[in-house]
């Protein structure tokens, strides 16, 4: 049964990593040779392509009369380790496109984050005002949802961050905390310990999606830069970016809805393991539970 298990487990990682890794990375490659035989000025030029790679093929056919097929060994060696080393280039972009994802941009992009969090912060609060306008009216329940849909496609909270998944991210904090008086930040990991593994398979997969969507954006850098060599190239990035940023926003609601639905089913089992009143919840249970858990801090 172990052995089972373990030759299943390891199908399972080979897979991934063809997929996730050698595979993507291979396709840069390929795009990076064709940029180099091609260059700017004949960036279309099949022609040249094909003669460029008969020829390869001709010395190596050469080479290899003369010294076997080791060179076509170490050959294919070669490009398989350039794919894989392009695709953990790839990955390691993947955290600092996370962090900008995030809203967590670096020191000298603040003042631009300021500007863009200024903006999403008036078209927030422009649009509740609007349907707090419209309940005090009276208005009827569908006009109010038009009016809070507009709201919430802006941010589900009041914006903080520059960019839509950052504030989506932090939303469960702030919603835990307004209803429950409960510092999310503090109390997830004794809830994650607390969570059965129902729970943490949905959540770890879909914070998975999350880093699986911007690992795609350091793909997107790479085939951006590659644009230097032949245009084309960027283009392919360019369209790596639109797909980077819509996965981003869907997994990222994903994860989010996630956090908070099991704070909303778990939370009882939390506070019952650390507090000794009784049920419902309520509020001044949350503050009590997060000061134990700040330990003053």
């Not at 398989?80 to 994802?101: E, F, H, I, M």
């Not at 670096?106 to 422009?126: D, K, M, V």
């Not at 009827?140 to 802006?154: F, I």
């Not at 310990?193 to 690992?215: I, K, M």
């Amino acid at each position: 049964m172990v052995s089972g298990f373990l030759s299943e487990f390891g199908r399972k990682v080979a897979e991934r990593w063809a997929t996730q890794v050698v595979l993507p990375g291979l396709l840069f490659t390929c795009a990076l040779a064709v940029a180099s035989a091609l260059g700017q000025r004949r960036w279309a030029d099949t022609g040249l392509l094909w003669r460029t790679l008969g020829a390869f093929a001709a010395v190596g056919g050469a080479r290899q009369q003369a010294a076997g097929s080791a060179r076509t060994v170490m050959l294919v060696i070669g490009v398989v380790a350039v794919s894989v080393a392009v695709a953990l280039v790839a990955r390691a972009l993947g955290g600092p496109v996370a962090s900008l994802l995030s809203g967590r941009w670096p020191f000298f992009a603040r003042p631009l984050a300021r500007r863009l969090t200024a903006r999403r912060h008036a078209a927030w609060w422009r649009h509740d005002a609007a349907y707090e306008a419209a309940r005090e009216a009276g208005e009827d329940a569908h006009r109010l949802g038009e009016l809070a849909a507009l709201r919430n496609a802006v941010a589900l909270v009041e914006p903080r961050r520059p960019t839509w998944t950052g504030d989506r991210l932090a939303a469960p904090a702030t919603r835990v905390r307004d209803q429950y008086a409960l510092d999310l930040t503090a109390a997830w990991p004794r809830l994650w310990l607390l969570l059965p593994d129902t729970t943490r398979q949905p959540l770890t997969d879909s914070r998975q999606g999350f880093d699986e969507a911007a690992a795609l954006g350091g793909w997107a850098a790479l085939y951006g830069a590659l644009g230097a060599l032949w245009w084309p190239s960027a283009v392919v990035g360019l369209g790596v970016a639109v797909v980077c940023r819509r996965r981003s926003h869907e997994t990222a609601q994903a994860y989010a809805e996630l956090v908070e639905a099991a704070v909303d089913v778990h939370l009882d089992e939390l506070l019952d393991r650390f507090d000794d009143e009784l049920r419902p919840i309520r509020p001044g249970r949350g503050a009590a539970v997060t000061e134990r858990f700040r330990k003053g801090v």
